[in-house]
T-cell receptor, first 112, second 113 residues
Framework: TQLLEQSPQFLSIQEGENLTVYCNSS?????LQWYRQEPGEGPVLLVT?????EVKKLKRLTFQFGDARKDSSLHITAAQPGDTGLYLC????????????FGTGTRLTIIP | DAGVTQSPTHLIKTRGQHVTLRCSPI?????VSWYQQVLGQGPQFIFQ???????GRGNFPDRFSARQFPNYSSELNVNALLLGDSALYLC????????????FGSGTRLTVV
């Protein structure tokens, strides 16, 4: 059974600060996705990474896929209150298999 | 364009009853997946259907079943409800040759009392 562990579980920081969320596994994933989920809503896709070492940027968010495709990180620069939410990483174990294994989630709160 | 739509949005059932949840994927998406999200946890994979055929099944008991219709909409059925089935049930659709991201509906909040 593949597991994805996220850290930290909870993070509360002041507006304007930087932060990094980690997603780790002992298994290799063919692709890894990051989602943000608001209360009462479904997860919304932020990014998909497929190549080991790949880095993608989405405005103030930077996503990195580990060289061995077992881990990923999400870095937010100058956090804003609108970044508040539950961040989930999710992986596919091989192409053609659409089952996603989700991480445990990081609940982020940005304090104005 | 309409996103993934799920109905109902909220549901309260009694232990032992059965429930049917519905999902309409994004137009043109032929794949539908179902996930269960218990409060405080990440979603857990239940089923995936593509072109009306089951392509994958998660570690859930036989009380859970699903099907996909010719218009690619889908139903998730749960029989003999238990208190532990209380969760947010999410439906996701994806275009052919997935692995590049899924669009989730807002979910159905099921409470079993």
């Amino acid at each position: 059974t593949q597991l994805l562990e996220q850290s930290p579980q909870f993070l509360s920081i002041q507006e304007g600060e930087n932060l990094t969320v980690y997603c780790n596994s002992s298994s290799v994933f063919s692709s890894l996705q990051w989602y943000r989920q608001e209360p009462g809503e479904g997860p919304v896709l932020l990014v998909t990474v497929v190549t080991g070492g790949e880095v993608k940027k989405l405005k103030r968010l930077t996503f990195q896929f580990g060289d061995a495709r077992k881990d990923s990180s999400l870095h937010i620069t100058a956090a804003q209150p609108g970044d508040t939410g539950l961040y989930l990483c999710a992986g596919n174990d091989h192409f053609g298999n659409e089952k996603l294994t989700f991480g445990t989630g990081t609940r982020l709160t940005i304090i104005p | 364009d309409a996103g993934v739509t799920q109905s109902p949005t909220h549901l309260i059932k009694t232990r032992g009853q059965h429930v049917t949840l519905r999902c309409s994927p994004i137009s043109g998406h032929k794949s539908v997946s179902w996930y269960q999200q218990v409060l405080g946890q990440g979603p857990q994979f239940i089923f995936q259907y593509y072109e009306k055929e089951e392509r994958g099944r998660g570690n859930f008991p036989d009380r859970f079943s699903a099907r996909q219709f010719p218009n690619y909409s889908s139903e998730l059925n749960v029989n003999a409800l238990l208190l532990g089935d209380s969760a947010l049930y999410l439906c996701a659709s994806s275009p052919p040759a997935g692995n590049y991201g899924y669009t989730f509906g807002s979910g159905t909040r099921l409470t079993v009392v």
